[in-house]
């Protein structure tokens, strides 16, 4: 009986999460997928303690804070189109030009943009730049130098 009732749960959590009529953002789907393992990691750990629906419950609420937290961090891709678009922006952009980015698949998105160019003694060009990133809702702004390396390349120093 407590197997099916623990069934009937993860199933009415899942379309709680999942019925909506939009589909759902990587952060909510980590949510969900980290709750619902968080709640069958619990499941087999509580069997034959007397504590079985404690462990469910807080295997599943520990689950759903790390999928969320997972869900709402940069891809691989999105980082790799960030780069590009950093890269591009410190190659081609004249000083306080801005180039945007975003990636379709996540939502996440971002801008960079050179704020002073610099030649330095052995004729190396630098560049400061700032770079914002947009994910999951929240702007992180950072700052940085780089500089073109002897291949084209540019480095952050």
């Known amino acids: 009986m407590k197997t099916t009732n623990f069934a009937i749960a993860l199933v009415s959590v899942s379309l709680l999460l999942f019925g909506c009529s939009t589909p759902p953002t990587k952060q ?5 997928v980290g709750a619902a ?6 499941y087999g750990l509580g069997k034959g303690h007397h504590n079985k629906e404690l462990a469910i419950a807080l295997g599943a609420i520990l689950g759903y804070v790390a ?6 961090q940069m891809d691989e891709k999105d980082r790799l189109i960030a780069a590009q678009n950093l890269n591009y922006s410190l190659e081609l952009n004249p000083d ?10 996540s939502g996440n998105s ?3 943009f050179p704020n002073n160019t610099s030649i330095m003694a052995d004729g190396t060009p630098c560049r400061e730049f700032t770079a914002t ?3 999951g809702g929240e702007q992180r702004q950072g700052y940085g130098t780089a500089c073109r390396q002897p291949d084209g390349t540019w480095k952050i120093i």
């Open 37 to 42: 393992l968080g709640a069958a990691l619990g």
């Open 133 to 135: 990133i947009r994910v």
């Open 67 to 72: 999928g969320d937290y997972v869900g709402a």
């Open 110 to 112: 971002g801008f960079s």
């Open 96 to 105: 306080g030009t801005t180039s945007a980015w975003r990636n379709p698949n």
């Open 28 to 32: 909510q789907s980590g949510a969900g």
